[in-house]
C-alpha cells in the first residue's frame, strides 16, 4: 500500500523551514527519502531503518517512528536549491523493493 | 559507461507496436527496478530483479514484461503497447545488504508516449 505523504504542495521563503511527513498503515522497515528536480531522475537523501533514529545531511534531517509509522523530513533554513518534489519510499521486512509516496512538491522563493 | 544508463531518451509509438527500453548499470549491482511516473501518481513499480536470473512483479506489472540475463542488463517489453502506458519510465539499482534494499540509483528516465 502506498504511504500517505503531506503535505502536497509547500511554498517556502528563502531560509524558512518545513516539515514533509509520510505515513504508512503497514509495519516499516525502512523509510528511504528521495528527491527530484524538473525534468530529472530521482537523487538519493537518506535511509532511516527501524528503531526511531534521525539522520542529518546538511540542513536536512528526518526521523522515523516505529510506533506511527511515520517518518519526517526536516528542511531547516531553506535554499533555493531545495525546490524540487520529495518522496518517501517505505519498505517492509525481508524485502527489497519499495512502495513510493506520491510525493510532496516544495517551491522556495527568493 | 557510468552509473545506470537507459535508452531510448524519449520514444513515440503507435499503439499496438512493440517497445523494449533497455536499462544498462556498471556498478555491479544485485537489484534492478523498473518504474512508471504519471503525474500525481509518483513512481510506482513495474517488475524488479533481486539478483541475475531472477524477476518479480511490482505493484503495475499488466502489458509489460522484463528479463535479467546478466547483472548488466534489465530490458522492459511491451508487448502491444497502449495509450495508457504513456508514461515516464525510470530504470534504477542498487545493492542489498542485511538491513534490505539500499540508496537507489535511477537512470535518466524514457519518456514514451503511445498515440
Known amino acids: 500500500q502506498q504511504p500517505v505523504q503531506s503535505p502536497q504542495a509547500v511554498i517556502l521563503r528563502e531560509g524558512e523551514d518545513a516539515v514533509i511527513n509520510c505515513s504508512s498503515s503497514?509495519?516499516?522497515?525502512?523509510v528511504h527519502w528521495y528527491r527530484q528536480k524538473h525534468g530529472e531522475a530521482p537523487v538519493f537523501l537518506m535511509i532511516?531503518?527501524?528503531?526511531?533514529e534521525q539522520k542529518g545531511h546538511d540542513k536536512i534531517s528526518a526521523s522515523f517512528n516505529e510506533k506511527k509509522q511515520q517518518s519526517s523530513l526536516y528542511l531547516t533554513a531553506s535554499q533555493l536549491s531545495y525546490s524540487g518534489t520529495y518522496f518517501c519510499?517505505?519498505?517492509?521486512?525481508?524485502?527489497?523493493?519499495?512502495?513510493f509516496g506520491k510525493g510532496t512538491k516544495l517551491s522556495v522563493i527568493p | 559507461i557510468a552509473g545506470i544508463t537507459q535508452a531510448p531518451t524519449s520514444q513515440i509509438l503507435a499503439a499496438g507496436r512493440r517497445m523494449t527500453l533497455r536499462c544498462t548499470q556498471d556498478?555491479?549491482?544485485?537489484?534492478m527496478y523498473w518504474y512508471r511516473q504519471d503525474l500525481g501518481l509518483g513512481l510506482r513499480l513495474i517488475h524488479y530483479?533481486?539478483?541475475?536470473?531472477?524477476?518479480g512483479k511490482g505493484e503495475v506489472p499488466d502489458g509489460y514484461s522484463v528479463s535479467r540475463a546478466n547483472t548488466d542488463d534489465f530490458p522492459l517489453t511491451l508487448a502491444s503497447a497502449v495509450p495508457s502506458q504513456t508514461s515516464v519510465y525510470f530504470c534504477?539499482?542498487?545493492?542489498?545488504?542485511?538491513?534490505?534494499?539500499?540508496?537507489?540509483?535511477f537512470g535518466p528516465g524514457t519518456r514514451l508516449t503511445v498515440l
Open positions: 534504477a539499482s542498487s545493492d542489498q545488504g542485511l538491513a534490505g534494499v539500499g540508496e537507489q540509483f
Open positions: 503497514k509495519a516499516l522497515y525502512s
Open positions: 532511516l531503518l527501524k528503531g526511531g
Open positions: 519510499g517505505t519498505s517492509k521486512a525481508g524485502s527489497y523493493q519499495l512502495t
Open positions: 556498478m555491479r549491482h544485485n537489484a
Open positions: 530483479s533481486n539478483t541475475a536470473g531472477t524477476t
